[in-house]
């Protein structure tokens, strides 16, 4: 989650309303008010059943408003097609930034959510990209109703359990069979969102996700733990890399004891890969790699994350050292990368 949508996290402990703001990056005017006229609403759009038995709800958020980019900055360089030991564009990316806080509507009340895709979309669903000028920075989603596992004490507690999140590479994912995160009869769901805008002029774009989920009562259901796993965890989420190759490493001693069900890495424009090692058996769980050129509405920018998923990746115990490790190959210094991984635990109690 990066520095924004993490002070947005702040700011929903003391008031839980949507509050939209616009500023600009490193390359843009500095835009302190609102967009004119950002509103936004969550609201379900969609509810179908899926072949598995499961109920597919999409939630919609928005519109929200992109500002318009002021400042072109010096320019905004893509690989020409070809996929060098350098990852993503040569220049950082120039825009606009929207951040955006959001009362979700949850998906189901007393469920297992087994599965979540988001994306970002104009009115008539068409998807927004780089391609369209727009970009998703980041989204987090949170239940405030439930503790998060790896921030337990001061203020970022406060904000509630991270479930999910994801950057412009959108890559969601499903859990394996019998098992989901749960949401009680109460969930107090929300998002944290930070969007881009590289046009000048507005635009208005929605958040879309595709929850997959069931009943408690399903039989054979289990829950799974989310455990948020961060360079720079419980403060925000950004760290530096270099030009050029660089590695950065992150532990964690674990509070939990369980089976590991799910994993997934984000990194951000030259990230390689984000690799989740338990040092203390020697276990690799989890390798998540980034991909490139390969889908042209990402015009060369980092496209998806691959997942770790299956019935036993790996048993964690408490007090157990898990050891996470990520490799950039940018074409630029960077202070603002990130190095994240979630993993959905089935805990042993």
């Known amino acids: 989650m990066g520095r924004k949508a993490l002070l947005l996290a702040m700011a929903a402990v003391t008031a839980m309303g949507a509050a939209t703001a616009a500023s600009g990056s490193a390359a843009a005017q500095d835009t302190t008010a609102p967009p004119p006229g950002a509103v936004s609403q969550s609201q379900v759009i969609g509810t179908r059943q899926a072949p598995d038995g499961s109920t597919v709800t999409t939630v919609r958020l928005g519109p929200i408003k992109l500002a318009p980019h002021t400042d072109d900055g010096p320019g905004h360089g893509h690989p020409e097609g070809e996929f060098s030991p350098m990852h993503g564009p040569h220049e950082p990316m120039h825009g606009t930034h929207t951040r955006s806080l959001q009362m979700m509507l949850p998906p189901c009340v007393a469920c297992f959510v ?68 749960a949401l009680g009869v109460l969930p107090l769901t929300y998002a944290a969102l930070e969007l881009m805008n590289l046009d000048h002029h507005e635009q208005e774009v929605f958040l879309t996700v595709e929850f997959s989920h069931v009943p408690w009562f399903t039989p054979g259901m289990r829950e799974v733990t989310p455990v948020w796993l961060d360079k720079d965890n419980c403060r925000l989420s950004e760290h530096s890399v270099p030009e050029g190759e660089s590695h950065t490493n992150w532990k964690w001693t674990s509070t939990v004891k369980g089976t590991l069900k799910g994993a997934g890495g984000h990194l951000h424009d030259g990230g390689e890969s984000v690799t989740l090692t338990n040092s203390t058996t020697g276990k690799v769980l989890c390798e998540s790699r980034a991909a490139y050129n390969t889908i042209p509405s990402f015009m060369g920018h980092i496209e998806s994350m691959s997942r770790c998923l299956g019935q036993d990746l790996g048993t964690i115990d408490k007090g157990d050292v898990l050891d996470m490790d990520s490799v950039y190959h940018t074409h630029y210094a960077d202070d603002h990368a990130m190095t994240i991984m979630i993993a959905y635990v089935h805990e042993q109690r």
């Open 114 to 181: 087994n599965g979540i895709k988001p994306d970002l979309v104009y009115a008539d669903g068409r998807q927004a990209n780089y391609d369209t000028k727009a970009m998703l920075h980041h989204a987090v989603f949170f239940d405030r109703s439930r503790a998060d596992v790896t921030c337990s004490g001061g203020w970022v507690a406060l904000a509630g359990r991270r479930i999910f999140a994801s950057g412009n590479e959108r890559t969601g994912g499903t859990l394996p069979d019998g098992y989901g995160v």
